[in-house]
Structure formats: structure tokens, C-alpha cells
């Protein structure tokens, strides 16, 4: 029987410090997220990180929570519920850091008999910290606790013609009634040894602008390539012009090279330079999340107003849109009918 599991980063249970601390240690520890060697990666989360953090990012979350709880878990679910109603394939949902476990959402399947997995992140683009940490737990719980379970993932889905056009659509749609300067692509950062540890080519990623436009099999796994790759081919979409769009990241965390350029340093530097208006989408995600409701919606905006900006767009994720849950349900019939379980 064929089952498919949703996967999302996840969020802490509240805005209670306590959780928030529990949440981010969870996190921080996951060695793809932060890749050095445990004793140092201990030491600097343990010993520093979590005991000044998490105070903080609780009055961030406390920010744009809802009423119903995380809007990322309120958002996952709703999208979960939406598919389910479409498909006759058993849907559960899980997250990667806390509540529910990917183990969970297994044992969800398999209790429903289901032995043929169909397991979806939902990050468009590939990487490390997202898409390789979801996959390599899900293997070892697989060996460990589901050893008859068989798995199928859908691949990173950046360059998919449907989610091209579903996303192509939601931003068109809010930019109907605004008059932008300028468009502004905001990708989740990655530290840039991410995107050379990626590199199955060992060679071919140099991080200066020309390696991402160069045809390479590094591309399949290679982060940095997959969103300026869907910032081209929205913007070839929705017909903008040359100049009136641009790609930054967003959220980066200690002193290493990180994806550039920052979201926050280009939004600044836009007000500045006398961009009125400005229009800000983040296709790293599929729900929106603190990462889009804070650090965007808020954060972003109050320095381009600060920087003489006078109007400032946030552009919302796919969420459950029906275009969106459409498609992934068409996904999902399209793999439950393969004999061979594949995705396109």
C-alpha cells in the first residue's frame, strides 16, 4: 500500500523560552545544518548559542504566532488536509525539528498498512541543511524501525514547470494592484561551504557568479544554482524586466561567508538608492514561517522604510493555496499510478 509523508522544518511548541531553547538545540545540533565537528559544534551551541538565543528568537515568534498555534504547523496542516481531501492515498505530515516527528508520521503510515513511501520535503530547491538532513533520517529510521517500508522522494522541484507556474501566478497576483520598483527574489541562506560540499563534481562550483550559468551535474545538488534558477525562470514567466528583479539571501547565522548577496544589506541599499517601491518573495519556502512573517514582513520592511523607501510588498508562500494543492496532489496521483513508484 503506498503512503506519503510531508515534511517541513518544524517550529518549537510555543513562544515559551523553554520550548523556543528546546526547538533551536534540536536544530543547531543536526550536523548538516551546522557542519563542523561535534565537541566544537557543542560547545558553541550548548554553551553560547542557547543561552542567549532563545529569549530573543521567543519575542520573535511571539511576533507572528497565531492563535491556533505556529503558523508554519497551522499552514502544514492546512496543506495536508487539502491534499488529503483530493487523493485516496493515506497523507501524514511531519517535521523535521519537533513536533510531529518524522518518526511519527512513519508510524502514522504504517499503521494504515502502508509500505510504499512517497517522501516529500517541501523545500523547492536542494539542500544540505533541508532536503539531505530530512532524507538521511528518515533512511536511518527506516533500517532501524520500518525495515519493510520502501522509500520514493519527490526531487527538488526549483525548475518543475507547475510550481514555476503556481508560484509565477501567486506573485502575479500580488503585484496586480502594485505599481513595484523593483522585485526582490529572498532565498534562505546557506554558509558557501555548503555549496562546495554539495559539489559531486569536486570541482566545478567557485561561487563567483559563473559556475551556477554553466550547464553542470554539480547543478543537481548545488543550491546556489537551483534559486537563481528560479528566480530566471519565474522572471521569464511573468515577463519582468531586466532591472526591476534581483536574488538575495536571507538569515544568516555566525562569521563564515555566507550566500551573498544578504537580503537585509539589499534591501537597505535599494531604500537608499531610491527605489519607492519594492515587492519581496521567498520562494525557499512553501509555508510561510518567522523566516518570512518576521525577518520579511517585518524586519525587511521597517529598514527599507527606514533607508527612504515608502511602500514595501510581502509577497506570501504557496501556504494551501488551491493552484498549489492541486498540483501536489496531481503529483502524488501521478506517482501512486507508476508501477515503478517514480516522480517526474
Not at 531553547?21 to 559544534?41: A, C
Not at 502502508?114 to 538532513?133: C, G, H, K, N, S
Not at 534562505?188 to 559563473?210: L, Q
Not at 492541486?326 to 515503478?340: F, H
Request: aromatic fraction near 10%.
Amino acid at each position: 500500500m503506498k503512503g506519503v509523508l510531508l515534511v517541513n522544518l518544524g517550529s518549537p511548541k510555543s513562544t515559551d523560552p523553554k520550548d523556543v531553547k528546546k526547538y533551536l538545540g534540536q536544530f543547531l545540533m543536526d550536523e548538516r545544518v551546522i557542519d563542523i565537528p561535534k565537541i566544537f559544534r557543542s560547545i558553541l551551541v550548548k554553551g553560547i548559542v542557547l543561552n542567549t538565543r532563545p529569549k530573543k528568537s521567543a519575542e520573535a515568534y511571539s511576533k507572528i504566532w497565531w492563535d491556533e498555534g505556529s503558523p508554519l504547523i497551522v499552514l502544514s496542516k492546512r496543506l495536508q488536509k487539502g491534499i488529503d481531501e483530493m487523493t485516496s492515498v493515506p497523507i501524514a505530515l511531519a517535521m523535521r525539528y519537533g513536533q510531529p516527528s518524522i518518526e511519527q508520521g512513519l508510524q502514522e503510515l504504517h499503521d494504515q498498512g502502508v509500505d510504499e513511501v512517497l517522501l516529500m520535503p517541501l523545500y523547492p530547491q536542494f539542500a544540505m541543511a533541508t532536503t539531505e538532513t530530512i532524507l538521511v533520517l528518515a533512511e536511518e529510521l527506516r533500517r532501524e524501525k520500518f525495515p519493510k517500508m520502501e522509500f520514493t522522494t519527490l526531487p527538488p522541484f526549483y525548475n518543475h514547470p507547475d510550481y514555476v507556474t503556481v508560484l509565477s501566478r501567486s506573485i502575479g497576483e500580488q503585484l496586480d494592484d502594485f505599481d513595484y520598483d523593483h522585485l526582490l527574489f529572498s532565498y534562505h541562506g546557506v554558509p558557501e561551504r555548503h555549496i562546495r560540499k554539495s559539489d559531486i563534481t569536486n570541482s566545478h562550483c567557485k561561487i563567483d557568479g559563473s559556475c551556477c550559468q554553466t550547464p553542470s551535474k554539480a547543478h543537481q545538488f548545488c543550491y546556489r544554482h537551483q534559486c537563481f534558477e528560479t528566480t530566471r525562470q519565474v522572471a521569464e514567466t511573468l515577463n519582468l524586466k531586466e532591472g526591476t528583479f534581483s536574488t538575495s539571501f536571507q538569515s544568516r547565522l555566525g562569521f563564515d561567508p555566507w550566500l551573498k548577496p544578504y537580503t537585509d544589506r539589499t534591501v537597505e541599499k535599494l531604500g537608499l538608492e531610491g527605489t519607492k517601491k519594492l515587492a519581496v518573495v521567498s520562494p525557499a519556502f512553501v509555508s510561510d514561517c518567522l523566516e518570512t512573517l518576521e525577518e520579511i514582513n517585518m524586519e525587511a520592511r521597517e529598514i527599507f522604510e527606514e533607508s527612504g523607501g515608502d511602500d514595501f510588498k510581502f509577497i506570501p508562500c504557496l501556504n494551501d493555496r488551491k493552484d498549489w494543492v492541486k498540483t501536489l496532489s496531481r503529483w502524488i496521483d501521478e506517482w501512486a499510478n507508476q508501477p515503478e513508484s517514480k516522480v517526474s
